[in-house]
């Protein structure tokens, strides 16, 4: 199957008010498509947020921490270090979103210090920076697919192929907790190509028109159980170049991990070997977290204040002019990829910061 992404095939007309045209299957999709086909902000939602002439971007501001008003009980802005120039300087605000990536939110909070907010802004509960968990890459696969070696492919496909999680989707079939997505992938392999680091003439010229056999390989998406011992927090005695603690990020893996990854490598094996590969290779690569993507949590949504920093809208219980929308805010990780929630969380919070800033409670 070919995978779902936010592309477009068919643009809408509020894609083309965007400037959004349709995906070209050109592959350059993290590189900020130039035609919008592929969503992220630099096609979409900044030239759209331009065209309202309300936009200001400032750049080479590195966030120091949010300013807390004790008489309003509100955040009054933010506080930033220029990077060239090193100045400080405090920018004034009815509304403060929070999206800096998961970790690097959770510092700016931890940062937010104050007399009522000692312990960073919002931390009440004392849960900012726990519960910080992550999605699990380590386990991969290799394999030869014998045959079809009279077929090629040819452009670009910006696609992977995936096969959705199978694991406790309705009952605990297994004795871990979660499941994983399957990244996988095909290609042929250069051949003799690979065997020269170059050359030239008619013989090099043979050895690029003969690619060879085909290969395949899997990866996983794991989900992780966010603990509190998995938390993250800020340096005592040491600072970045800006003069902010650095973070001390203290998250591993547990048991729940270690039989996930055997899981995935076993199951992942045994469908190679039904498919009629060879040479099948598996691989745990132990990396440490954090080395891949999808940080997520520190920063948790809840109903309760004593359990969580941030309510049903991502807005902090006790600083309600403060809504932080990216990974920080989640409370599990699930295996799928979590971008496009985030974008959706967002859009539901500045939906109901509108309405409360309209109704004059912020």
């Not at 998406?221 to 005695?237: W, Y």
Request: some cysteine.
């Amino acid at each position: 199957m070919q995978a779902r992404w936010a592309h477009l095939t068919k643009p809408k007309e509020i894609h083309r008010q965007q400037g959004r045209g349709q995906c070209q299957a050109r592959n350059l999709c993290m590189r900020g498509c130039p035609f919008g086909g592929y969503f992220s902000s630099v096609s979409s939602t900044l030239p759209w947020a331009q065209k309202t002439g309300k936009l200001t971007i400032r750049p080479h501001s590195v966030v120091h921490s949010i300013l807390y008003n004790s008489q309003t009980q509100k955040a009054s802005g933010v506080r930033i270090i220029d990077a060239e120039t090193r100045q400080t300087i405090d920018f004034s605000a009815r509304i403060i979103f929070v999206n800096a990536s998961a970790l690097n939110s959770n510092l700016i909070l931890l940062n937010s210090r104050s007399s009522r907010f000692p312990s960073g802004l919002g931390n009440d509960s004392g849960l900012l920076g726990k519960y910080v968990a992550f999605h699990n890459y380590r386990a991969s696969l290799h394999a030869e697919m014998p045959g079809f070696t009279d077929r090629y492919y040819f452009g670009r496909n910006p696609t992977d192929a995936i096969i959705a999680n199978y694991r406790n989707l309705h009952t605990q079939d297994t004795d871990y907790l979660g499941g994983f997505t399957t990244f996988l992938g095909a290609y042929r392999s250069k051949g003799k190509l690979e065997a020269q680091s170059s050359g030239f003439g008619a013989e090099f010229k043979r050895a690029m028109t003969e690619p060879g056999p085909w290969q395949i390989y899997m990866y996983m998406q794991g989900e992780t159980i966010p603990k509190a011992s998995n938390h993250v927090r800020l340096s005592s005695d040491q600072t970045d170049p800006w003069g902010i603690p650095r973070l001390i990020t203290s998250v591993g893996y547990d048991e729940n991990d270690e039989k996930m990854t055997q899981d995935f490598l076993r199951e992942s094996e045994a469908m190679l070997e039904k498919a009629g590969c060879t040479n099948i290779e598996t691989y745990d690569n132990k990396q440490a977290p954090g080395l891949d993507i999808h940080e997520m949590g520190g920063v948790r949504m809840g109903r309760d204040p004593k359990t969580s920093v941030l309510n049903a809208h991502n807005q902090m219980h006790t600083v309600p002019n403060v809504f932080v929308t990216d990974g920080a805010c989640m409370t599990s990780t699930g295996n799928q990829s979590p971008s496009l929630l985030y974008m959706a969380l967002t859009a539901r919070a500045v939906h109901h910061a509108a309405q409360e800033l309209k109704a004059g409670h912020l």
